[in-house]
């Protein structure tokens, strides 16, 4: 049989896109107004206490001159995550401009992504993505894919397990499944404007905002 070996190109393309996570350069507007949308968010206390998890989606409307013109819940995730996520939009809905999609097509519909989560020990994404890796360079792409699949099942709408998953696929010689999950992970660049976290961790919550990949 003979032994997997690594391709340094890919290797090199992992590490690249690897860190930052979800590192786009967006305009000083956007990136305020999604710290305003941050600040609102902490992770519920009854979900928490009942050790609940939620995704929740919102989807913004824009007309032709790129202001926006509906909110509306798209993925719902739980009472009181949607309850608190829709607010939060709500409440800096009058602070919306049409610059904040300066380098996106008007007229689109864009969607927020808002993902509750409990944070373990080396479950970040980034500790998956070094996990994979390592997994990839020791010959054992195929374990390296669970992981990848895992990340996508977790948050389909988070382009980072799309990406990897994809390259494995490639890597495997699995060349249509790397092209579907290449296409799914272009369009997911197109239409998620940002991904807030909002992760609980021995009691404590944080947040992160997060864009999506451009090139």
């Known amino acids: 049989m003979t032994k997997f070996k690594f391709a340094p190109l890919l290797f090199m393309l992992l590490l690249a896109t690897a860190e930052p996570l979800f590192s786009q350069t967006k305009n000083p507007e956007l990136l305020h107004w999604e710290a305003l949308i941050s600040r609102q968010l902490s ?3 009854e979900a928490r206490m009942a050790k609940k998890e ?3 989606v919102i989807s913004l409307a824009t ?3 790129s202001n926006l013109i509906e909110i509306k819940l798209v993925k719902n995730g739980g009472k009181h995550f949607d309850d608190q996520s829709l607010k939060a939009v709500e409440n800096v809905r009058d602070l919306w401009t049409d610059n ?3 380098d996106r097509k008007p007229g689109e519909i864009y969607l927020l992504v808002f993902n509750y989560f409990f944070l373990q020990e080396g479950s970040t994404k980034q500790d998956q993505i070094n996990s994979a890796m390592n ?3 020791k010959g054992k792409p195929e374990k390296a ?4 699949e895992r990340m996508v099942s977790d948050n389909p ?13 490639r890597q495997l010689g699995q060349e249509e499944a790397a092209t579907t999950d290449l296409i799914a992970y272009q369009e997911i ?4 404007l940002t991904q807030i976290d909002i992760k609980v961790y021995q009691m404590v919550s944080t947040q992160s905002v997060s864009g999506t990949i451009r090139y």
């Open 43 to 45: 992770y519920p206390k």
């Open 54 to 56: 939620g995704l929740v």
């Open 63 to 65: 007309d032709s001159d």
């Open 100 to 102: 904040m999609i300066a």
């Open 135 to 137: 997994l990839i360079q």
């Open 145 to 148: 894919l669970k992981i990848a």
């Open 157 to 169: 709408y988070d382009a980072t397990g799309l990406q990897l998953r994809s390259q494995i696929y």
């Open 189 to 192: 660049q197109c239409k998620v």
